[in-house]
């Protein structure tokens, strides 16, 4: 089972900073990573696919980059309802796994 | 618009079963592959299991073969995920969520069924 490892675990900001995420895999995925947001009390929300692909929706204010095993999402200037939980997740291999999440706090 | 309406939230004793749904709409519902995700209280999402509602390819993580079963009915587009003997520890929010096209990342997720198991 590949392992995905966030960190931080929590990162304190302030609206309008930039946000680094990281995601590392504990053996290469490729490009085959993906990032969900998560607000509380509502279902996760893809963000990014193949590591820097933008899906259907996405502000242009989110990007992922990275391959192999050092991922890292990317929210150039924090918006107020940015700040929840984000998640990474791994489909390079049949048995996809999901990291631990990282919490944006204000 | 593609949709997928889980069904309401149940409460349950340990040793009972259960069987939620998750219902798509707006796609093609034999085209593409419906996934189970848990998220138990507090904390982060776990992948379950994958069903090919065509032709009823079922795959499960090990974590959760033999605890859980995943099947689905065409002909209303529903999808489900049960389980015959549930645990206290099976308390979570479930979510469906529909795979993209050709690989395994989700584009689309349903609201979330809550399971609350308790004595």
């Known amino acids: 089972e590949i392992v995905l490892t966030q960190s931080p675990g929590t990162l304190s900001l302030s609206p309008g900073e930039r946000a680094t995420l990281s995601c590392r895999a504990s053996q290469s995925v490729a490009s085959f990573l993906a990032w969900y947001q998560q607000k509380p009390g509502q279902a996760p929300r893809l963000l990014i696919y193949?590591?820097?692909n933008r899906a259907t929706g996405i502000p242009d204010r989110f990007s992922g980059s990275g391959s192999g095993t050092d991922f890292t999402l990317t929210i150039s200037r924090l918006e107020p309802e940015d700040f929840v939980v984000y998640y990474c997740q791994q489909y390079a291999k049949s048995l996809q796994t999901f990291g631990g999440g990282t919490k944006v706090e204000i | 618009e593609v949709q997928l309406v889980q069904s309401g939230a149940e409460v349950k004793k340990p040793g009972e079963s259960l069987k939620i749904s998750c219902k798509g709409s707006?796609?093609?519902?034999?085209?593409?592959?419906i996934g189970w995700v848990r998220q138990m209280p507090g904390k982060g999402l776990e992948w379950m299991g994958i069903i090919y509602p065509g032709d009823d390819d079922t795959r499960y993580s090990p974590s959760f073969q033999g605890q859980v079963s995943i099947s689905a009915d065409t002909s209303i587009r529903t999808a489900y995920l049960q389980w015959s003997n549930l645990k206290a520890s099976d308390a979570a929010i479930y979510y469906c969520?529909?795979?993209?096209?050709?690989?395994?990342?989700?584009?689309?997720w349903g609201q979330g069924t809550l399971v609350t198991v308790s004595s």
């Open positions: 707006g796609y093609s519902f034999t085209n593409y592959w």
């Open positions: 193949g590591s820097s």
């Open positions: 969520a529909r795979r993209a096209e050709s690989t395994d990342y989700w584009t689309h």
